[in-house]
């Protein structure tokens, strides 16, 4: 399956490479390089790259490519995930997946691929069974080792491989039994010129952070189960359970794990939380441009909208923006055109506004088409969709845990077009 | 782009320099442990660098030899040159450090091939290590041995590989499976034996090992689909269970397995009505009542859809993927629509996937809008997206585009066309041309949108939406002359050369509908001529002689310039184009017979082109592989085969039921024979079967309790509640058997014949709770199933139907022919079957008789005439220790106290079993109830339960025994005795040498076998003893108290032999001592290299502690 790995920067250069069966010769990225320079921006290299003996799947994270050798065929996506997979375990494990993360590191990100893959095919990648395998570096570890001569190397087959829960770690011991469940929607919408919705819906997601002791079993159930529409669980959910009584029934994993995602029925109509009022025109002939934007918050359920950021890739041919921020300050990157405002908690007597002019080179012809804006805020302690928890139960163990849930509502991709 | 390819340059320019500073930070990150030397190295060459390596791996010390390494691994990584150090390097592969073994691994992968000669030295030690009793110390062995790509070690990796592939741990097995791979791509010639292994390995039950397996029979034998009709449906049960990448390879090969072997459900005809359970077992029925009935689908076709819908919900985007297509390839065209939802739901994942996942969607749209219609706006583009991301999206909204949607679809178009992203609006302009051929009441709408783009400002709109114009316009000219006009205005604007190339077409095309325009375009053209692009040129010729063709007497001169100015062109194409054309167009005397149909052929009606998806023939590969992806034939993209038109035979799947003897019920008719003959089925008998089905189903969940579950539980009752029903009912069965199909059942019987050891070896996965009498008259009976259906059904077999004579006559022909023991067995028989019937309410209770009765087995055993077993045959036992063990205490058991010891007999419950002989007393002042252990069975073996003891008097005690299949292992037994009101968990746990049966064999034998076990499996050890303490009685009883070995008669007076075989797999085990004074070298041969090394230890202790 998959025959090498080529971790790449942002400027090209090859800096990691690994190999699980014969040695590829690291010219084959010249395939990717080429592709790489015909695309116009990072994003737009196609992810499957045909080369006369090889194929190069890649996925790019962190301003990281990582760049696969394939031979023959595979289900790209198998090879896709992988990756993800991989950049995931190595931000488990370094808090960062950075260039200069992976290269400090770069014994044990050796000792990671080597336990992820055998012979190309997937072998742990479950992240409680690697930590057991490979313990993640951490400082006191790393000074402990050096006096006492000891290892990040386990020297068991962690039991999680063999047994039925293969993604917990057994004898897991907390002095404070804790289970954190966070609930966070995003919402996706298009506004229209004129303020109303072309396409908004909510994906949600239940993140957990559950540190208990010993082989907890648990439920959980919502009051309102039906508002979930499509869902996609962690391996540990049993899918019975939940298909007969819409209840989340599983034997955790230790840690942090996505217990669950969700996508929320698209008959619901979804509320849009905030409104932007905006009048950006560029006339013909000249040189200047008007440019307003006011912010306000719309169906927030009486919340507070916090940390807005608005984002927006002007036209090429703007050359500077002259702006004045009621509220938070702005940025506008000349080279890149990028104009990102950061705004802040949205106070509802007070709007924030963005209004000035901008620059248009001489001689250029007005843009055809007025910028999009992108926003970003966050709700906290609100689900946007309704989605509630109705109760978390733990079987299997005597101790009583403390359990919390936190709800959150966030921006996705969240547009308006002018 | 400019910016980034400087910077690249520069960075290549730096390159070498970097190498330095590059070996300096690493020098400062890894070594600021201490060792100061290692600094200097800043300011020297690579060569000196690597010098120093070499001293550090050469030292002593522990942690210089792992910072050394660490630092190679860094120079691997960057994909720098190390292989100079591979002697210094391979030296520490038996390092006890694990974290530098693992770190010299991989060096060794890295570097193998390039040093075969070096790389050999490290052979050994892994050979040691795959002996190893830690699991992951045998399983990295096993990786890396596979994985040096050395062709001289291929006999070693093949025995290697057939070796673990029978280990105990299943996480050695699946690194078998991958080393099947690794083996068949360094030396493709072994791929017959390795498809041996593959086929052991699909039998494995353990969900750790299906994925790694199914993907070595991918790549090594994909065409075997043979291999995979037995564990089809055991996969499909633990699909869900198996780990997220198993599935997917699972998953991508019962795709091509069942486009082979079912038939298509897509039939017009098609009868759907199988959406609950019940009709799921029906549906079979019914197509043998009537086989002309409109389609109903297989079962076993019905089986994989419903066991991989779970998995639409996976977090892992390749499993639902898989499980997509799937779908979309084998399921009813009705219900493919149920993928939708799980696919719409990638899109929110990473670009990489999304747009994979397009990709599919944008097939799958094509052939079904109605899929994804409602979800629409999921498609709609967002500013944000990477370009090739929106295209798709683009593509899909095309292919949804219909009567109602197209205003939406058109609406949202139009923010599309103004994207700063040209290369997409470009594409937009494309869609918008294929909305206006696909849906006619659009198309005007769409012209005049198109009409408008042309006055845009880029280049790039305008002149895609010229071409787009062109080819709408070749579908329905003569409305549109207005608009050509339109083009001829534009024209001077346009600069783009494909553009203007192709109103230049345009022009001539339709000159006749334009003829006042025309002649003046081409009036400005030949102005123009010498500085157009040679796409232009050409058609301006083209126009020319259309012109000419059409309206002389205006263009004739003009005509006559252009040609001239064609003739001395630069390029040849044009000059070849235009002496061509004059030939054609300009009569003169040597004109050839072609001028006079110039006219026909200069302007003949031209097919409109047909604007399509380019996704349109991508059906023709499987969707979510690589080759759909790219649109090719990727290499080693398996084509997926056409439905066949006549379903295979479906039987090949039925997985032999391997009947306990005792269980004289339905499920013992097997499943092949329940394939044939069930017309006549009474209803009882169907639900048995759908139990039996059921029972299979579950085996991934419990695979031990599902066989080996206590038929005296539910089926005794089910006989004494109605015996005579079902026993009635059974004869029948057999004698419609006999009747119908004799031919057939005697086939099956030369099957069982013929296969004892296949049976075997299902008997070793420890599934089967087989018994062992029935491997002893399988062989000169009727099919057992028959025979043991007869017996049960004792009473009834008087008043059964005289059809069954034929078979009743053969069989006790057959049993007269048996000797002796085998009559003693059908009265020992009849007493395990009279307690099966309720008539003794107490179970086996005289130690003495559970004794007697293995001891009577093993001399049937003696007959059988099985393959397996002729060579190895069982004795009894030298020694029978009468040691027993606690296993429930009287505290804790309140009252309840147990005692187990092994009994050394071969079990009569199961081949691979091991004997037990458990005392239960009640120490407790009241009466205990019901004792019984309960049918959950906590830990993964096979244990044959003693019938449930309905009351145990105070201070009596009560033997009974029972047999547990170790499967070979010394892990404990876990399982619940209960009583009635309490239930404890408890535990037999084996000594090695209780795993064991005795055999007999000659000393030649012995020798002969024991050279067959050499290598790797056999295992020495040398003990010292104190020679006066040494007479060859005392060895002798040491090493049969401490393991269940038969004694081989030995001529020398100093080496003693032993042999034994394993209970499970039947593995032979060799051992003998040879006695040199004063030491003792003790040698174990066998396969089983975990209990070799095991047992070696337990003689070991036994031998040194010789008592006189």
Redesign the interface.
Known sequence: MIHSLFLVNASGDIFLEKHWKSVVSRSVCDYFFEALERATEPENVPPVIPTPHHYLINVLRHRIYFVAVIQSEVPPLFVIEFLHRVVDTFQDYFGVCTEAAIKDNVVVVYELLEEMLDNGFPLATESNILKELIKPPTILRTVVNTITGSTNVGEQLPTGQLSVVPWRRTGVKYTNNEAYFDVVEEIDAIIDKSGSTITAEIQGVVDACVKLTGMPDLTLSFMNPRLLDDVSFHPCVRFKRWEAERILSFIPPDGNFRLLSYHVSSQNLVAIPVYVKHNISFREGSSQGRFELTLGPKQTMGKAVESVLVSSQLPRGVLNANLNASQGTYTFDPVTKLLSWDVGKINPQKLPSLKGSVSLQTGASKPDENPTINIQFKIQQLAISGLKVNRLDMYGEKYKPFKGIKYMTKAGKFQVRT | ?LG??A??VS?NDQGSVESGVDAAQENS??SS??SGGAAFSLFSADCKKNEDLKEMLENSK??LK?EAM?RI??L????KNASELFPAVVKNVASK????K??V??YLV?YA?EQQDLALLSISTFQRALKDP???IR?SAL?VL??I?VPIIVPIMMLAIKESSTDL???VR??AA??I??LY?LDPDQKEHLIEVIEKLLKDKST?VAG?VV?AFEEVCPDRIDLIHKNYRKLCNML??V???GQ?VII?MLTRYARTQFVSPWREDAVFDENNEKTFYDSEEERRVDESKPYIMDPDHRLLLRNTK?LL??????V???VSQLYWHLAPKHEISIVT??L??LL?S????Q???LQNIATMSIQRKGMFE?FM??F?V???D???IKTLKLEILTNLANEANISTILR?IQ?YV???DKAFAAATIQAIGRCATDISEVTDTCLNGLVLLLS???ETVVAESVVVIKKLLQTQPSQHSDIIKHMAKLFDNITVPMARASILWLMGEYCEHVPKIAPDVLRKMAKTFTSEEDIVKLQIVNLAAKLYLTNSKQTKLLTQYILNLGKYDQNYDIRDRTRFIRQLIVPNEKSGALSKYARRILMAPKPAPVLQSAFKDRDRFQL????H??N?H?????ELSNWPSVAPDQSVRNVEVVEPVKEALAPALGKSKRAKSDEKFYSGSEEEEEEEEEEEGSSSEDSSSSSGESESGSNSEENSDDSNKSSSSQSEKSSSESDTDKKKTQKNKKLQQQKPASKDRKLKNGKAANDESRSGRESDTESSSSESSSESGSESELDSNSDSGTDQKRKTKSKTVQSKPVTKLAEKKEVSLLDLDDFSPVPVTTPKSSILSPSLLSDLQGLSLSPGASALQASSPVFVPETSHELLHRMTGKGLSAQYRFTRQPCIYGNSMVSLQLTLSNNSEQALENIHISEKSSSGQNIHRFSAIERLEPQASVTVSMGVDFNDSTQAAHFQLCTKEDEFSVSIQPAVGELLLPITMSEADFTKEQGKLVGMNESTATITTTPENISSQSVNRNVVSAANLGVIPSNQENIHRFAGKTVSSGSLVLVSVALKDPDALITVNTEKTVIASMLLRQFKTALTNITP
């Not at chain 2, 919900?313 to 390749?318: D, E, G, L, V, W």
């Not at chain 2, 979510?624 to 080759?627: C, P």
């Open positions: 782009m980034m390819s910077n690249s960075y990150n890894i442990g201490g522990e942690s792992l660490k691994v860094g691997i990584a960057k994909g450090n694990i974290e530098l693992k770190l691994y991989v890295r091939e830690n699991q992951l399983a990786r596979s994985s790509r741990s299943p996480y699946k690194t991958h080393a791979q690794k791509s750790l790694s993907m869900v269970d780990e997220e990448w997917v991508h779970p919900q996976s977090r892992n985007t390749a639902v993927m898989a939802k799980s719409v739901r929110r990473h670009r990489e996937v747009y994979v996942v409602p706006k999921s709609y967002r500013s944000t990477a370009t090739h949202e923010t103004k994207s700063q845009n400002r880029d979510g592989t690589l080759s992806s790219l090719s990727a290499t080693g993209y398996l």
